[in-house]
C-alpha cells in the first residue's frame, strides 16, 4: 500500500523502516521540510516529502506527531478522499502537552484528535514504548508475540490499521469503536505493559475511567521526575504496577 507517515521521530521513523521491510510504499514527513529527514528516510527504506504532497499520495495515513501539534496539520488533511484511512499514534500527557482547547469536553483524546484534523481517526501503536516498537516485533504466530489494540470506526479503515499492526510484528486486537478508545489511553492496564493477547482483552476490559488519569499522572511524576533513571523495563514494570491497581489503594489516595 502507499503509507504515508506524519512525523519522522521514534514512533514515525520506526514503523516507516517495519513497513516499508514489509513491502510497502513509505512516504515520511516533518514540520521542518523534507531535506531534513533524508538519512532517516533512505534508511528506513522511505522516501521523504512535504506533509501535504504525503497526504495527498497515500492510500492511508499514520499521524504521529506530539498531541500539541496536532491543530495545525488541519490544513493538509483538508479535501482529501474519505477512502484514505488515518491512523493516530498519539497520548496526551498535561505536563508536556498543556492545556489544549476542547479536549477536556471530548469524549476520548482520539475524539479531539478527529476534530483537530478534520476526518475520522483510527487509534493505533499508541500503547507501545518506542523500544518495545523498535525491538520486540516477532512474526505471526510466534509464542511470546505482543499484541496492540486498535480502535475505531468503519470495517474498512479498521481491517488497514489492524494489517499494518500485523505487518510491524504485532498480534492487532479489535479493540471496539472509537467511543471504546479510552481503554487504551495512558493510566490502564492495556497501556504500555506489552501484553500477549488474551491477557490484553482482559487489560481491555478491565479499564478503569474514574482512576486512569490519577494512575497516568503518578507514572508520569515518577519517570519524568528522574528519566535517566529508568530503562524502558523500568517503565513497563511500574506501569504493570501502578496500571493495575484498584481504585482504594493507598497508592492512588495520598
Ligand atoms: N515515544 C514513545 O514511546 C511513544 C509511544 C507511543 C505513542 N507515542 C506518541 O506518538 C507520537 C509521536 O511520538 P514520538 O516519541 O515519535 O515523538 P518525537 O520523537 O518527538 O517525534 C515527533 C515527530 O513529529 C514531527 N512533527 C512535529 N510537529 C509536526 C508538524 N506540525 N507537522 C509534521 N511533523 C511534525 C517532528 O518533526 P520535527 O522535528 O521536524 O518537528 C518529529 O519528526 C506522540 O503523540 C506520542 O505521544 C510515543
Not at 40 to 66: C, D, F, M, N
Not at 143 to 171: N, Q, S, W
Not at 198 to 210: S, V
Amino acid at each position: 500500500m502507499d503509507v504515508g507517515i506524519v512525523g519522522a521521530g521514534k514512533i514515525g521513523a520506526t514503523l516507516a523502516r517495519k513497513l516499508s521491510a514489509a513491502g510497502h510504499d513509505v512516504l515520511l514527513s516533518n514540520s521542518r521540510g523534507p531535506e531534513t529527514i533524508r538519512e532517516i528516510a533512505t534508511a528506513s527504506g522511505a522516501v521523504a516529502k512535504h506533509t501535504e504532497e504525503l497526504v495527498r499520495r497515500s492510500q492511508v495515513v499514520i499521524v504521529s506527531v506530539p498531541f500539541s501539534e496536532l491543530p495545525r496539520l488541519k490544513p493538509a488533511f483538508s479535501g482529501i478522499d474519505e477512502s484514505v484511512a488515518v491512523i493516530d499514534t498519539s497520548n496526551y500527557f498535561p505536563f508536556r502537552d498543556g492545556a489544549l482547547e476542547g479536549l477536556a469536553d471530548s469524549r476520548t483524546e482520539s475524539h479531539w484528535v478527529s476534530a483537530q484534523l478534520g476526518r475520522p481517526v483510527l487509534k493505533a501503536w499508541n500503547s507501545i514504548l518506542a523500544g518495545s516498537l523498535a525491538e520486540k516485533g516477532l512474526p505471526g504466530g510466534a509464542h511470546a508475540r505482543i499484541a496492540l489494540p486498535v480502535a475505531g470506526d468503519g470495517a474498512e479503515g479498521k481491517a488497514i490499521a489492524m494489517m499494518l499492526v500485523d505487518a510491524t510484528g504485532f498480534d492487532p486486537i479489535d479493540a471496539g469503536s472509537l467511543d471504546e478508545s479510552w481503554r487504551q489511553e495512558p493510566g490502564n492496564p492495556a497501556y504500555c505493559t506489552d501484553l500477549r493477547t488474551g491477557d490484553l482483552e482482559l487489560a481491555l476490559k478491565q479499564a478503569d475511567r474514574k482512576i486512569a488519569i490519577r494512575k497516568r499522572d503518578l507514572v508520569a511524576d515518577k519517570v519524568f521526575a528522574a528519566r535517566d533513571q529508568y530503562t524502558d523495563e523500568d517503565i513497563l514494570d511500574l506501569g504493570r504496577r501502578i496500571y493495575s491497581l484498584t481504585a482504594d489503594d493507598p497508592e492512588l489516595n495520598p
